[in-house]
Structures are given as structure tokens and as C-alpha cells.
Nanobody
Framework: QVQLVESGGGLVQAGGSLRLSCAASGRTFSSYAMGWFRQAPGKEREFVAAVSWSGGHTYYADSVKGRFTISRDNGKNTVDLQMNSLKPEDTAVYYC??????????????WGQGTQVTVSS
């Protein structure tokens, strides 16, 4: 069974930092591109950041460029999201997922519970 478990969320003041971690089990994801997504109350889930299978290429939503950094450790089967200079609009539940090598989209059945990030003003 494939499981992706997010952790590291919490309550932080605007301008602060958090580091989220995603631990994968049931499958080694070293050959998969990985991504972070978030969903705010009343809104659809949106893309935040992605990293290639090798870790050599990263991609970010315009809203987080320069503030967030995605990284992965294939030896640990984890992917992290370092979030700096947090803003209230970053408040959301954050999810990680793997990208299908066939569809180039996140796997529909891999979504976990996510981790809550709340940024106060």
C-alpha cells in the first residue's frame, strides 16, 4: 500500500518559517517527480512546488517563488518544503504527491491527510 504522510505544519506568525516533510512508504519514489500542493478553505487544491526525480530541477508557483524551497532525499524516500517569509495567504492544508510518468499528473489515489499550516498576521 502506497502512503504519503505529511508533517511539520503548525501555527506561525507572518514572516516566520516552517519546514514540511513528506514521508513515503509502500513504494520507492526515487524515479518519480514529486510535488507539494495546498488547499485553502473554500478553494480548490493548487500547485505549490515540484522537484524532478533526480532533484536537479525545481518548479514553483509564482505566489511562492523566492520564499519556498522544495528538496528531496531519495535515500530516505522523503520530500521537504522549506517555507520562509510566510504570509497569511499561505494558510492551507498542504499535501505532497508523486507525478505519474504516464499522465504527468499527481496520482489520484495517493492523496493523504495533509498537514495544516496557519499563518497569523
Amino acid at each position: 500500500q502506497v502512503q504519503l504522510v505529511e508533517s511539520g505544519g503548525g501555527l506561525v506568525q507572518a514572516g516566520g518559517s516552517l519546514r514540511l516533510s513528506c514521508a513515503a512508504s509502500g513504494r520507492t519514489f526515487s524515479s518519480y517527480a514529486m510535488g507539494w500542493f495546498r488547499q485553502a478553505p473554500g478553494k480548490e487544491r493548487e500547485f505549490v512546488a515540484a522537484v524532478s526525480w533526480s532533484g536537479g530541477h525545481t518548479y514553483y508557483a509564482d505566489s511562492v517563488k523566492g520564499r519556498f524551497t522544495i528538496s528531496r532525499d531519495n535515500g530516505k524516500n522523503t520530500v521537504d518544503l522549506q517555507m520562509n517569509s510566510l504570509k497569511p495567504e499561505d494558510t492551507a492544508v498542504y499535501y505532497c504527491n508523486a507525478y505519474s510518468g504516464s499522465s504527468y499528473q499527481p496520482y489520484d489515489d495517493y492523496w493523504g491527510q495533509g498537514t495544516q499550516v496557519t499563518v497569523s498576521s
